[in-house]
Protein backbone atom coordinates (compact mmCIF):
# COMPACT_ATOMS: atom_id res chain seq x y z
CA UNK A 1 0.00 0.00 0.00
CA UNK A 2 3.01 2.50 0.99
CA UNK A 3 4.17 1.78 -2.59
CA UNK A 4 1.11 3.08 -4.31
CA UNK A 5 0.83 5.90 -1.90
CA UNK A 6 4.69 7.33 -2.70
CA UNK A 7 3.52 6.36 -6.71
CA UNK A 8 0.87 8.59 -6.38
CA UNK A 9 2.76 11.51 -4.91
CA UNK A 10 5.56 10.87 -7.04
CA UNK A 11 3.40 11.57 -9.85
CA UNK A 12 2.76 15.34 -9.03
CA UNK A 13 6.31 15.89 -9.38
CA UNK A 14 6.57 16.95 -13.13
CA UNK A 15 6.39 20.19 -13.86
CA UNK A 16 3.65 20.78 -15.80
CA UNK A 17 1.59 18.80 -13.17
CA UNK A 18 2.75 21.02 -10.37
CA UNK A 19 1.62 24.28 -12.74
CA UNK A 20 -1.46 23.06 -13.29
CA UNK A 21 -1.89 22.08 -9.50
CA UNK A 22 -0.80 25.49 -8.73
CA UNK A 23 -3.41 27.27 -11.50
CA UNK A 24 -6.45 25.14 -9.53
CA UNK A 25 -5.53 26.42 -6.75
CA UNK A 26 -5.14 30.01 -7.40
CA UNK A 27 -8.55 29.84 -9.54
CA UNK A 28 -9.85 28.25 -6.45
CA UNK A 29 -8.71 31.19 -3.86
CA UNK A 30 -9.88 33.73 -6.15
CA UNK A 31 -13.42 31.51 -7.16
CA UNK A 32 -13.62 31.57 -2.93
CA UNK A 33 -13.63 34.92 -2.34
CA UNK A 34 -16.61 35.79 -5.10
CA UNK A 35 -19.55 34.99 -2.92
CA UNK A 36 -22.57 32.77 -4.22
CA UNK A 37 -19.67 30.67 -6.51
CA UNK A 38 -17.84 28.31 -4.73
CA UNK A 39 -15.80 24.76 -6.42
CA UNK A 40 -18.86 23.90 -8.18
CA UNK A 41 -19.08 26.63 -10.67
CA UNK A 42 -15.36 26.59 -10.50
CA UNK A 43 -14.92 23.09 -11.99
CA UNK A 44 -18.05 22.88 -14.21
CA UNK A 45 -16.56 25.84 -16.10
CA UNK A 46 -12.84 23.88 -16.01
CA UNK A 47 -14.53 20.30 -17.07
CA UNK A 48 -14.33 21.31 -20.85
CA UNK A 49 -10.86 22.50 -20.24
CA UNK A 50 -9.29 19.26 -19.13
CA UNK A 51 -10.27 17.64 -22.09
CA UNK A 52 -7.28 17.77 -23.60
CA UNK A 53 -5.09 17.55 -20.67
CA UNK A 54 -3.27 13.73 -18.91
CA UNK A 55 -5.45 12.24 -16.24
CA UNK A 56 -3.34 13.20 -13.49
CA UNK A 57 -2.55 16.90 -14.80
CA UNK A 58 -6.59 17.06 -15.28
CA UNK A 59 -6.86 15.63 -11.53
CA UNK A 60 -4.10 17.92 -10.42
CA UNK A 61 -6.18 20.74 -11.82
CA UNK A 62 -9.42 19.86 -10.27
CA UNK A 63 -7.85 18.76 -6.86
CA UNK A 64 -6.33 22.76 -6.76
CA UNK A 65 -9.82 24.10 -7.29
CA UNK A 66 -11.30 22.20 -4.18
CA UNK A 67 -8.54 22.69 -2.18
CA UNK A 68 -7.75 26.51 -2.86
CA UNK A 69 -11.91 27.93 -2.16
CA UNK A 70 -12.36 27.13 1.62
CA UNK A 71 -9.59 29.75 1.91
CA UNK A 72 -10.74 32.14 0.03
CA UNK A 73 -14.18 32.03 1.37
CA UNK A 74 -13.20 32.01 4.97
CA UNK A 75 -11.29 35.24 4.49
CA UNK A 76 -14.07 36.80 2.71
CA UNK A 77 -16.19 35.51 5.98
CA UNK A 78 -13.99 36.86 8.60
CA UNK A 79 -13.28 40.21 7.04
CA UNK A 80 -16.75 41.33 5.67
CA UNK A 81 -19.29 38.85 7.02
CA UNK A 82 -19.61 37.47 3.46
CA UNK A 83 -18.80 33.69 3.21
CA UNK A 84 -17.30 32.82 -0.57
CA UNK A 85 -19.27 29.49 -0.24
CA UNK A 86 -21.73 28.31 1.98
CA UNK A 87 -19.62 26.13 4.25
CA UNK A 88 -18.15 29.17 5.04
CA UNK A 89 -21.02 30.87 6.75
CA UNK A 90 -20.18 29.31 10.25
CA UNK A 91 -17.08 31.49 10.14
CA UNK A 92 -18.71 33.82 9.63
CA UNK A 93 -20.01 33.77 13.34
CA UNK A 94 -16.76 34.79 15.08
CA UNK A 95 -14.57 35.40 12.57
CA UNK A 96 -16.40 39.00 11.57
CA UNK A 97 -16.48 39.73 15.23
CA UNK A 98 -12.48 39.35 15.68
CA UNK A 99 -12.16 41.56 12.41
CA UNK A 100 -14.73 44.07 14.47
CA UNK A 101 -12.04 44.03 16.95
CA UNK A 102 -9.27 44.54 14.77
CA UNK A 103 -8.07 41.25 14.81
CA UNK A 104 -8.45 40.42 11.34
CA UNK A 105 -5.01 38.95 11.06
CA UNK A 106 -5.10 36.77 13.85
CA UNK A 107 -8.48 35.64 12.46
CA UNK A 108 -6.87 34.78 8.81
CA UNK A 109 -3.97 32.95 10.90
CA UNK A 110 -5.93 30.90 12.45
CA UNK A 111 -7.94 30.21 9.44
CA UNK A 112 -5.40 29.40 7.67
CA UNK A 113 -3.53 26.75 9.97
CA UNK A 114 -7.08 24.89 10.84
CA UNK A 115 -7.23 24.85 6.84
CA UNK A 116 -4.00 23.03 6.56
CA UNK A 117 -3.71 21.04 9.17
CA UNK A 118 -7.49 19.60 8.94
CA UNK A 119 -6.31 19.10 5.20
CA UNK A 120 -3.62 17.22 6.34
CA UNK A 121 -5.66 14.77 9.08
CA UNK A 122 -8.54 14.52 6.36
CA UNK A 123 -6.01 13.03 4.04
CA UNK A 124 -4.64 10.47 6.42
CA UNK A 125 -8.09 9.74 7.62
CA UNK A 126 -8.48 9.10 3.53
CA UNK A 127 -5.82 6.98 3.10
CA UNK A 128 -6.90 5.06 5.96
CA UNK A 129 -10.33 4.67 5.07
CA UNK A 130 -10.23 3.54 1.47
CA UNK A 131 -9.38 -0.35 1.80
CA UNK A 132 -12.11 -0.30 3.89
CA UNK A 133 -14.26 2.44 2.24
CA UNK A 134 -17.41 -0.53 1.22
CA UNK A 135 -18.03 -1.34 5.06
CA UNK A 136 -18.10 1.83 6.04
CA UNK A 137 -20.34 3.58 3.31
CA UNK A 138 -22.60 0.69 3.47
CA UNK A 139 -23.04 1.25 7.64
CA UNK A 140 -25.19 4.23 6.68
CA UNK A 141 -28.50 4.54 5.17
CA UNK A 142 -32.10 6.13 5.67
CA UNK A 143 -32.07 5.94 9.33
CA UNK A 144 -28.67 7.35 10.12
CA UNK A 145 -29.15 10.05 7.60
CA UNK A 146 -32.11 11.25 9.16
CA UNK A 147 -30.81 10.89 12.83
CA UNK A 148 -27.99 13.33 11.47
CA UNK A 149 -30.28 15.95 10.18
CA UNK A 150 -31.89 15.62 13.41
CA UNK A 151 -29.02 16.21 15.36
CA UNK A 152 -27.99 19.27 13.56
CA UNK A 153 -31.16 20.69 13.91
CA UNK A 154 -31.41 19.78 17.85
CA UNK A 155 -27.54 21.72 17.90
CA UNK A 156 -29.11 24.71 16.39
CA UNK A 157 -31.67 24.80 19.54
CA UNK A 158 -28.92 24.57 22.12
CA UNK A 159 -25.86 26.11 20.78
CA UNK A 160 -27.66 29.73 20.38
CA UNK A 161 -28.05 30.60 24.07
CA UNK A 162 -29.98 33.51 25.36
CA UNK A 163 -31.23 33.70 22.06
CA UNK A 164 -33.24 30.02 22.12
CA UNK A 165 -36.75 31.25 21.10
CA UNK A 166 -35.57 33.45 18.23
CA UNK A 167 -33.33 30.44 17.37
CA UNK A 168 -36.24 28.42 17.07
CA UNK A 169 -38.37 30.74 15.43
CA UNK A 170 -35.91 31.23 12.57
CA UNK A 171 -34.97 27.59 12.37
CA UNK A 172 -38.90 26.99 11.83
CA UNK A 173 -39.08 30.07 9.56
CA UNK A 174 -36.20 27.77 7.91
CA UNK A 175 -38.15 24.78 7.46
CA UNK A 176 -41.14 26.57 5.96
CA UNK A 177 -38.97 27.78 3.28
CA UNK A 178 -37.72 24.46 2.87
CA UNK A 179 -40.77 22.47 2.21
CA UNK A 180 -41.51 24.83 -1.37
CA UNK A 181 -41.04 22.90 -4.34
CA UNK A 182 -41.52 19.02 -5.75
CA UNK A 183 -42.54 16.38 -2.76
CA UNK A 184 -40.32 13.54 -2.87
CA UNK A 185 -43.15 11.54 -0.84
CA UNK A 186 -46.17 12.50 -2.57
CA UNK A 187 -44.69 13.35 -5.86
CA UNK A 188 -46.99 16.98 -5.69
CA UNK A 189 -45.65 20.80 -5.81
CA UNK A 190 -45.62 22.58 -2.54
CA UNK A 191 -46.16 26.80 -2.53
CA UNK A 192 -44.72 27.12 -5.78
CA UNK A 193 -47.25 29.39 -6.89
CA UNK A 194 -47.65 28.16 -10.60
CA UNK A 195 -43.66 29.63 -10.56
CA UNK A 196 -41.48 27.28 -12.70
CA UNK A 197 -38.06 28.13 -11.12
CA UNK A 198 -39.21 27.24 -7.37
CA UNK A 199 -40.56 23.70 -8.46
CA UNK A 200 -36.53 22.28 -7.50
CA UNK A 201 -37.24 24.27 -4.11
CA UNK A 202 -35.13 27.33 -2.80
CA UNK A 203 -31.93 27.33 -4.35
CA UNK A 204 -29.32 27.18 -1.22
CA UNK A 205 -26.85 29.02 -3.17
CA UNK A 206 -28.35 32.25 -4.34
CA UNK A 207 -30.58 31.96 -1.20
CA UNK A 208 -27.55 32.42 0.98
CA UNK A 209 -25.73 35.20 -1.14
CA UNK A 210 -28.59 37.10 0.03
CA UNK A 211 -28.70 36.43 3.20
CA UNK A 212 -25.49 37.10 4.21
CA UNK A 213 -23.56 39.17 1.45
CA UNK A 214 -26.23 41.86 0.54
CA UNK A 215 -27.87 41.42 3.84
CA UNK A 216 -24.46 42.19 5.79
CA UNK A 217 -23.62 45.32 3.03
CA UNK A 218 -27.61 46.74 3.49
CA UNK A 219 -27.17 46.61 7.41
CA UNK A 220 -23.58 48.21 6.51
CA UNK A 221 -24.64 50.92 4.40
CA UNK A 222 -27.32 52.03 6.61
CA UNK A 223 -25.72 52.14 9.81
CA UNK A 224 -22.48 53.63 8.24
CA UNK A 225 -19.08 53.86 9.17
CA UNK A 226 -16.19 51.27 8.53
CA UNK A 227 -16.43 47.55 9.83
CA UNK A 228 -13.26 47.33 12.36
CA UNK A 229 -14.51 49.62 15.26
CA UNK A 230 -10.91 49.89 16.32
CA UNK A 231 -9.13 53.36 16.68
CA UNK A 232 -6.08 52.26 15.53
CA UNK A 233 -4.71 51.27 12.03
CA UNK A 234 -5.39 47.78 10.20
CA UNK A 235 -2.40 46.38 11.16
CA UNK A 236 -2.63 42.44 10.34
CA UNK A 237 0.33 41.64 12.78
CA UNK A 238 -1.40 38.92 14.36
CA UNK A 239 -1.11 36.57 11.69
CA UNK A 240 1.72 34.50 13.34
CA UNK A 241 -0.30 34.76 16.77
CA UNK A 242 -3.06 33.29 14.76
CA UNK A 243 -0.98 30.41 12.98
CA UNK A 244 -0.38 29.44 16.41
CA UNK A 245 -3.44 29.46 18.16
CA UNK A 246 -4.42 26.57 16.18
CA UNK A 247 -1.45 24.46 17.82
CA UNK A 248 -2.91 25.37 20.97
CA UNK A 249 -6.24 24.74 20.54
CA UNK A 250 -4.77 21.57 19.16
CA UNK A 251 -8.10 19.35 20.21
CA UNK A 252 -10.17 21.77 18.68
CA UNK A 253 -8.94 21.03 14.96
CA UNK A 254 -8.73 17.19 15.78
CA UNK A 255 -12.41 16.95 16.51
CA UNK A 256 -13.31 19.60 13.68
CA UNK A 257 -11.32 17.49 11.46
CA UNK A 258 -12.74 14.02 12.54
CA UNK A 259 -16.45 15.08 12.31
CA UNK A 260 -15.62 16.48 9.03
CA UNK A 261 -14.03 13.44 8.01
CA UNK A 262 -17.24 11.49 9.03
CA UNK A 263 -19.29 13.68 7.63
CA UNK A 264 -17.98 13.75 3.87
CA UNK A 265 -17.34 9.46 4.11
CA UNK A 266 -21.58 9.74 3.58
CA UNK A 267 -22.65 10.66 0.43
CA UNK A 268 -25.21 13.47 -0.03
CA UNK A 269 -24.90 15.33 3.83
CA UNK A 270 -23.13 18.20 2.49
CA UNK A 271 -19.70 20.68 3.68
CA UNK A 272 -22.25 23.20 5.38
CA UNK A 273 -23.64 20.50 7.92
CA UNK A 274 -19.93 19.03 8.26
CA UNK A 275 -18.94 22.78 9.62
CA UNK A 276 -21.60 23.39 11.65
CA UNK A 277 -21.64 20.38 13.60
CA UNK A 278 -17.98 20.93 14.35
CA UNK A 279 -19.15 24.66 15.26
CA UNK A 280 -21.99 23.55 17.94
CA UNK A 281 -19.56 20.08 19.48
CA UNK A 282 -17.12 22.85 20.08
CA UNK A 283 -19.14 24.74 21.90
CA UNK A 284 -20.62 22.34 23.81
CA UNK A 285 -17.65 20.94 25.21
CA UNK A 286 -16.41 24.85 25.95
CA UNK A 287 -16.39 25.67 29.53
CA UNK A 288 -17.44 29.24 28.29
CA UNK A 289 -19.85 28.74 25.67
CA UNK A 290 -21.18 32.34 25.98
CA UNK A 291 -17.95 33.54 24.60
CA UNK A 292 -19.07 32.42 20.98
CA UNK A 293 -20.37 34.40 18.39
CA UNK A 294 -18.29 36.93 20.12
CA UNK A 295 -15.08 36.39 18.47
CA UNK A 296 -13.96 33.17 19.99
CA UNK A 297 -10.98 31.76 18.13
CA UNK A 298 -12.29 28.17 18.74
CA UNK A 299 -15.52 29.54 16.63
CA UNK A 300 -13.18 30.11 13.01
CA UNK A 301 -10.85 26.85 13.82
CA UNK A 302 -13.40 24.54 14.53
CA UNK A 303 -15.48 24.75 11.10
CA UNK A 304 -12.18 25.46 8.93
CA UNK A 305 -10.85 22.28 9.81
CA UNK A 306 -14.06 20.53 9.24
CA UNK A 307 -14.16 22.09 5.92
CA UNK A 308 -11.21 20.86 4.63
CA UNK A 309 -11.27 17.74 6.07
CA UNK A 310 -14.77 17.25 4.43
CA UNK A 311 -13.22 17.46 1.44
CA UNK A 312 -10.70 15.02 1.70
CA UNK A 313 -13.08 12.79 2.89
CA UNK A 314 -15.87 13.53 0.31
CA UNK A 315 -13.71 11.54 -2.14
CA UNK A 316 -14.58 8.18 -0.65
CA UNK A 317 -18.11 7.43 -1.73
CA UNK A 318 -17.35 9.41 -4.77
CA UNK A 319 -14.59 7.08 -5.34
CA UNK A 320 -15.75 3.82 -4.11
CA UNK A 321 -19.38 3.54 -4.73
CA UNK A 322 -20.20 7.09 -7.70
CA UNK A 323 -22.21 8.07 -4.79
CA UNK A 324 -20.83 12.54 -4.52
CA UNK A 325 -20.42 13.57 -1.00
CA UNK A 326 -22.30 16.99 -2.48
CA UNK A 327 -22.67 19.29 -5.44
CA UNK A 328 -19.19 19.74 -6.26
CA UNK A 329 -18.52 15.79 -6.24
CA UNK A 330 -20.86 15.92 -8.65
CA UNK A 331 -19.18 17.54 -10.84
CA UNK A 332 -15.98 16.10 -10.40
CA UNK A 333 -17.32 12.94 -11.22
CA UNK A 334 -17.78 14.43 -14.91
CA UNK A 335 -14.21 15.04 -15.00
CA UNK A 336 -13.03 11.40 -14.12
CA UNK A 337 -15.91 10.12 -16.55
CA UNK A 338 -14.14 12.21 -19.31
CA UNK A 339 -11.24 10.66 -18.44
CA UNK A 340 -12.02 7.35 -18.55
CA UNK A 341 -12.14 6.60 -14.91
CA UNK A 342 -15.81 5.55 -14.14
CA UNK A 343 -16.37 6.04 -10.48
CA UNK A 344 -16.44 2.35 -8.57
CA UNK A 345 -15.25 -0.22 -7.07
CA UNK A 346 -13.27 -0.97 -9.63
CA UNK A 347 -11.05 2.15 -9.98
CA UNK A 348 -9.54 1.64 -7.23
CA UNK A 349 -7.95 -1.38 -8.41
CA UNK A 350 -7.71 0.10 -12.30
CA UNK A 351 -6.43 4.18 -11.76
CA UNK A 352 -4.67 3.35 -8.54
CA UNK A 353 -1.82 5.85 -9.09
CA UNK A 354 -3.93 8.54 -10.84
CA UNK A 355 -6.40 8.34 -7.52
CA UNK A 356 -3.78 8.68 -5.03
CA UNK A 357 -1.88 11.84 -6.95
CA UNK A 358 -5.73 13.19 -7.02
CA UNK A 359 -5.44 12.86 -3.39
CA UNK A 360 -2.41 14.40 -2.29
CA UNK A 361 -2.70 17.57 -4.88
CA UNK A 362 -6.28 18.05 -3.11
CA UNK A 363 -3.92 18.18 0.48
CA UNK A 364 -0.96 20.09 -1.46
CA UNK A 365 -3.80 22.94 -2.29
CA UNK A 366 -5.32 23.02 0.90
CA UNK A 367 -1.67 23.53 2.77
CA UNK A 368 -0.85 26.03 -0.33
CA UNK A 369 -4.02 28.14 -0.61
CA UNK A 370 -3.05 28.77 3.31
CA UNK A 371 0.06 30.45 2.61
CA UNK A 372 -1.06 32.53 -0.57
CA UNK A 373 -4.25 33.13 1.74
CA UNK A 374 -2.08 34.79 4.12
CA UNK A 375 0.41 36.41 1.52
CA UNK A 376 -2.69 38.32 0.56
CA UNK A 377 -4.42 39.02 3.72
CA UNK A 378 -2.60 42.20 4.72
CA UNK A 379 -3.73 43.98 1.47
CA UNK A 380 -7.66 42.44 1.98
CA UNK A 381 -7.67 43.42 5.49
CA UNK A 382 -7.86 47.14 4.22
CA UNK A 383 -11.08 46.42 3.28
CA UNK A 384 -12.48 46.46 7.30
CA UNK A 385 -11.18 50.09 6.89
CA UNK A 386 -13.00 51.50 4.02
CA UNK A 387 -16.09 53.84 4.27
CA UNK A 388 -19.05 51.50 3.89
CA UNK A 389 -21.03 53.64 1.67
CA UNK A 390 -17.99 52.74 -0.31
CA UNK A 391 -17.78 49.01 0.13
CA UNK A 392 -21.16 48.15 0.11
CA UNK A 393 -22.61 48.49 -3.40
CA UNK A 394 -19.28 46.80 -4.51
CA UNK A 395 -20.08 43.97 -2.93
CA UNK A 396 -23.75 43.74 -3.29
CA UNK A 397 -22.73 44.26 -7.18
CA UNK A 398 -20.29 41.49 -7.22
CA UNK A 399 -22.86 39.32 -5.13
CA UNK A 400 -25.51 39.43 -7.42
CA UNK A 401 -23.43 38.56 -10.19
CA UNK A 402 -21.95 35.26 -8.48
CA UNK A 403 -25.48 34.64 -8.01
CA UNK A 404 -26.59 34.62 -11.58
CA UNK A 405 -23.75 32.80 -12.90
CA UNK A 406 -24.51 29.71 -10.60
CA UNK A 407 -27.04 29.11 -13.10
CA UNK A 408 -27.26 31.49 -15.60
CA UNK A 409 -31.09 33.19 -14.72
CA UNK A 410 -32.46 35.80 -13.45
CA UNK A 411 -34.48 34.80 -10.58
CA UNK A 412 -31.27 33.89 -8.99
CA UNK A 413 -31.19 37.20 -8.84
CA UNK A 414 -34.78 38.07 -7.38
CA UNK A 415 -34.13 35.20 -4.52
CA UNK A 416 -30.97 36.73 -3.56
CA UNK A 417 -32.52 40.37 -3.26
CA UNK A 418 -35.19 39.12 -1.38
CA UNK A 419 -32.86 36.98 1.13
CA UNK A 420 -30.80 39.83 1.53
CA UNK A 421 -33.89 41.94 2.54
CA UNK A 422 -35.22 38.50 4.67
CA UNK A 423 -31.65 39.04 5.95
CA UNK A 424 -31.04 42.23 7.02
CA UNK A 425 -34.43 42.28 9.24
CA UNK A 426 -32.96 39.26 11.39
CA UNK A 427 -29.91 41.68 11.31
CA UNK A 428 -31.66 44.17 12.33
CA UNK A 429 -34.24 42.26 14.93
CA UNK A 430 -31.55 40.38 16.37
CA UNK A 431 -32.38 37.23 14.97
CA UNK A 432 -29.88 34.43 14.00
CA UNK A 433 -29.41 33.37 10.76
CA UNK A 434 -27.16 30.38 10.73
CA UNK A 435 -30.13 28.30 12.65
CA UNK A 436 -32.52 29.71 9.37
CA UNK A 437 -29.39 28.22 7.08
CA UNK A 438 -28.94 24.90 8.83
CA UNK A 439 -32.65 24.41 9.06
CA UNK A 440 -32.61 24.78 4.95
CA UNK A 441 -29.74 22.73 4.37
CA UNK A 442 -31.10 19.85 6.81
CA UNK A 443 -34.68 19.92 6.29
CA UNK A 444 -34.85 18.21 2.40
CA UNK A 445 -32.63 15.47 3.97
CA UNK A 446 -34.33 14.85 7.39
CA UNK A 447 -37.83 14.83 5.41
CA UNK A 448 -36.80 12.52 2.44
CA UNK A 449 -35.01 9.82 4.73
CA UNK A 450 -37.50 9.68 7.83
CA UNK A 451 -39.93 8.51 5.02
CA UNK A 452 -37.92 5.83 3.80
CA UNK A 453 -37.08 4.98 7.16
CA UNK A 454 -40.44 4.23 8.08
CA UNK A 455 -40.56 2.36 5.03
CA UNK A 456 -37.95 0.11 5.94
CA UNK A 457 -39.30 -0.29 9.40
CA UNK A 458 -43.11 -0.63 8.41
CA UNK A 459 -44.03 2.21 9.75
CA UNK A 460 -42.23 1.50 13.24
CA UNK A 461 -39.85 3.58 15.20
CA UNK A 462 -37.98 0.51 16.11
CA UNK A 463 -35.88 1.23 13.24
CA UNK A 464 -33.83 3.62 14.53
CA UNK A 465 -32.64 1.44 17.03
CA UNK A 466 -32.02 -1.96 16.16
CA UNK A 467 -29.31 -1.25 13.68
CA UNK A 468 -26.29 0.32 15.39
CA UNK A 469 -24.81 3.65 13.99
CA UNK A 470 -28.72 5.05 14.45
CA UNK A 471 -28.80 3.69 17.79
CA UNK A 472 -25.02 5.90 18.89
CA UNK A 473 -26.85 8.54 16.64
CA UNK A 474 -30.00 8.47 18.97
CA UNK A 475 -27.67 8.77 22.19
CA UNK A 476 -25.84 11.59 20.37
CA UNK A 477 -29.18 13.42 19.83
CA UNK A 478 -30.66 12.63 23.28
CA UNK A 479 -27.30 13.56 24.89
CA UNK A 480 -27.26 16.95 23.12
CA UNK A 481 -30.62 17.66 23.90
CA UNK A 482 -29.84 17.31 27.97
CA UNK A 483 -26.19 19.12 27.83
CA UNK A 484 -28.17 22.92 28.13
CA UNK A 485 -29.64 21.09 31.08
CA UNK A 486 -26.99 19.23 32.89
CA UNK A 487 -24.37 22.51 32.22
CA UNK A 488 -27.40 24.78 34.33
CA UNK A 489 -27.43 21.81 37.12
CA UNK A 490 -23.31 21.84 37.71
CA UNK A 491 -23.06 25.50 37.62
CA UNK A 492 -26.12 26.19 39.88
CA UNK A 493 -24.31 25.24 42.91
CA UNK A 494 -21.04 26.96 42.00
CA UNK A 495 -22.92 30.03 41.64
CA UNK A 496 -24.74 29.68 44.69
CA UNK A 497 -21.39 28.97 46.62
CA UNK A 498 -19.81 32.13 45.14
CA UNK A 499 -22.93 34.09 46.02
CA UNK A 500 -22.54 32.51 49.91
CA UNK A 501 -18.46 33.49 49.66
Given at each position: MLEVWFSGFASLLHPEVIAFLILGMGIGLFVGVLPGLGGTTALALLTPVTYGLEPVAALALAGGVMG???????????????????????????????????????????????????????????????????????????????????????????????????????????????????????????????????????????????????????????????????????QVTGMAAGLLEAFKHWGTILRGSLIGTAVGAIPGVGVTVASFLSYSMTVQASKDPDSFGKGNIKGVIAPEAAINAKDCAALIPTLAFGLPGGAEMAVFMGILILHGMQPGPLILMQHQSEIYSLIWALTASCIMASFVGLMFARPLAKLTRIDTQLLAPVIIALSLVGSYAIDMVIENVILSAVFGVIGYLMIRFDYPRITLVVALVLAALAERNYHQSMLMGDESWSIFFTRVPSAVLVVFVLFSIASPFIRAYWRKPAAVGATSG
Open positions: GVPMGGAVTAILLNTPGQTANAVTCLDGYPLAQQGKAGLAIGAAASANAIGGIIGTISVLAVLPVATDLVLAFGPPEFFLIALLGLVLVATTTRGKMLRALVAGVFGLMIASIGYNDVTGGQRFTFGIEYLWDGVHLAPALVGLFAVAEMMHLSIKGGTIAKSDSDI
